[in-house]
């Protein structure tokens, strides 16, 4: 029953935007911890922004921080990560992900087995 599914991937210039969605469905969505990950080829997966669903607390990797910004809309159950000045780093495929608890600490960020649930992944490709 649960479900996570991203959408608004595709391919920009450096210095460009993109708004990443993951629609949310079978779980409390306004009491959990929720995150964006990504991986590149050849590459682990790595934390990219986490929020508290019911308290709007964010973290963010210190690579991306400035640039996205996490955020929540509880009434579509949908969590977004909205990605400015984009670069050809940042190339790789974008995961959403919810926490089997429903708290969060930064340290998330590179523990990834504290997220149960995942989305098949939006590609995300930075050209320079």
């Known amino acids: 029953q649960v479900q996570l599914e991203e959408s608004g991937g595709g391919s920009v210039q450096a210095g460009g935007s993109l708004r990443l969605s993951c629609a949310a469905s079978?779980?409390?969505?306004?009491?959990?911890?929720m995150g964006w990950f990504r991986q590149a080829p050849g590459k682990g997966r790595e934390g990219v922004a986490i929020?508290?669903?019911?308290?709007?607390?964010?973290y963010y990797t210190t690579s991306v921080s400035g640039r996205f910004t996490i955020s929540q809309d509880n009434a579509k159950n949908t969590v977004y990560l909205q990605m400015n000045g984009l670069k050809p780093d940042d190339t790789a495929m974008y995961y959403c992900?919810?926490?089997?608890?429903?708290?969060?600490?930064?340290?998330?960020?590179?523990?990834?087995?504290?997220?149960?649930?995942w989305g098949q992944g939006t590609q995300v490709t930075v050209s320079s």
């Open positions: 079978g779980f409390t969505f306004s009491t959990n911890c």
């Open positions: 929020i508290n669903t019911g308290g709007s607390a964010t």
């Open positions: 992900a919810a926490a089997r608890q429903t708290y969060c600490i930064s340290s998330y960020l590179s523990r990834s087995g504290v997220f149960g649930y």
